[in-house]
């Protein structure tokens, strides 16, 4: 991959993980206000579900965070954009569809063809 390129996806991840960084602060930001939105312990449920909702995404985020981490380095070491199954380029496309893929297409469908095959998500 040319360099050009390689500096505007370390700049697209690093825009993603400000992104996902202000927003995780914002959750829990959030949470202070939910507990006083709901004072009547009759409204319990709901807080529970709220929260379980806000540790579910934010446990997501905490995948992402990881995976922009991951493309990061990889771009500093020299191995962005190359798939690890079969070392070929992965493609601008795709990468600017999901840069911190580590899988070319063809890898990837069939990583889900046999996923599906051994009924795992
Ligand atoms: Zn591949």
Redesign the pocket.
């Known amino acids: 991959m040319r360099k050009r390129e390689l500096n505007a996806f370390r700049k697209l991840l690093g825009e993603r993980r400000h992104e996902l960084v202000v927003e995780a602060s914002r959750t829990l930001g959030g949470m202070g206000e939910n507990r006083e939105q709901f004072p009547d312990p009759t409204d319990r449920a709901s807080l529970e579900g709220n929260r379980n909702l806000l540790l579910r995404i934010r446990d997501r985020e905490r995948k992402l965070l990881s995976k922009i981490d991951e493309a990061l380095g990889r771009i500093e070491d020299g191995t962005y954009g190359k798939?690890e199954?079969?070392?070929?380029d992965?493609g601008l496309e795709r990468l600017r569809a999901r840069p911190v893929t580590t899988?070319?297409i063809?890898?990837k469908s069939l990583q889900e063809a046999q996923e599906r095959k051994r009924g795992t998500p």
């Open positions: 798939c199954e079969c070392g070929e992965i899988l070319c063809d890898c």
